[in-house]
């Protein structure tokens, strides 16, 4: 959840890049480190030292929480609360170094408070420049997303390779598919699709109609696992997905050897329905 403590001023003088780049990364860990519970990011303006004015963002979650000594050690380079926590969530610890580095450069910094197995509170303080006569934007409820209505198989009859290896995207994708009726095979990387999608049919398993292409993976991205199927003879039909939207990218997809493309953030109703077109009129590749 989202909210304001204080009216905030609509606009202040910063560095927009630096500010996104740090509230992303302290966001992305209160999500990686709260398998339960809550994230909310607070807003407010406070009174500087020097008569001047700061934005003050707090990242508050209900997540591990972490021990005095931990929080000693968070902000250096290479360095995590424990050894463990590389192991079970990933990552090299350069994140909040960076993270405070950059609130520096914004005349500000990064501070914690946190409570071992009850959570923590990542706040970042920056100046605010000049806002004085500035448009203040009260404190406002968070809108409420609207209700999905179900959603009908829309009798997509086709077997589907899903090549992704973000966990939500998976999830996402394979609810939105199963429900149109579709089967889904996944692969969480580029060597593992290719992998799949050239299975000798000796393995009893039908050929797929369709195979939806991440193009940002690990050990072999999008466009190198389609351009190694294409030069090995796969001629079934390749969709690409992406995050990017412009006329390049698309482009460049369909010069790796795509038949289509799918831009991200999914749309449900376009997603179903340029896979049912492919499903139904495939077009071999050449």
């Not at 966990?167 to 149109?180: G, K, T």
Request: glycine share 8%; net charge positive; proline share 6%.
């Amino acid at each position: 959840t989202v909210d304001f403590a204080t009216p905030i001023p609509e606009f202040i003088t910063n560095d927009t890049t630096k500010l996104r780049q740090v509230l992303i990364n302290l966001i992305a860990n209160a999500v990686k480190f709260t398998q339960a519970g809550s994230i909310r990011v607070v807003a407010r303006t406070a009174q500087a030292r020097d008569g001047g004015t700061r934005l003050e963002v707090s990242v508050i979650d209900t997540g591990i929480g972490m021990s005095a000594d931990q929080v000693s050690r968070l902000f250096m380079p290479f360095s995590q609360g424990d050894t463990s926590m590389a192991r079970r969530f990933g990552g090299t610890g350069l994140g909040l170094s960076i993270s405070q580095k950059l609130a520096s450069l914004m005349g500000g910094e990064i501070t914690v408070t946190s409570l071992l197995a009850s959570g923590s509170t990542f706040t970042l303080s920056i100046d605010a420049g000049k806002v004085r006569g500035a448009t203040l934007k009260a404190p406002v409820s968070p809108p409420q997303p609207p209700a999905l209505s179900p959603t009908p198989p829309m009798g997509l009859m086709a077997r589907v390779l899903l090549a992704e290896d973000g966990v939500d995207n998976q999830r996402l994708i394979m609810h939105i598919l199963s429900r149109a009726g579709a089967h889904i095979e996944l692969a969480e990387n580029g060597r593992q699709a290719v992998d799949l999608a050239l299975r000798p049919t000796t393995s009893g398993q039908p050929p797929f109609d369709i195979i939806l292409m991440d193009m940002q993976m690990p050990l072999l991205d999008g466009y190198a696992a389609t351009r190694l199927l294409r030069e090995k003879g796969y001629r079934g039909t390749i969709i690409a997905l992406t995050a990017h939207a412009m006329a390049e990218d698309r482009a460049k997809c369909l010069a790796a050897g795509c038949d289509d493309y799918a831009s991200k953030p999914i749309n449900r109703a376009t997603l179903v329905e340029t896979c049912r077109r492919w499903a139904t009129n495939p077009r071999m590749a050449a």
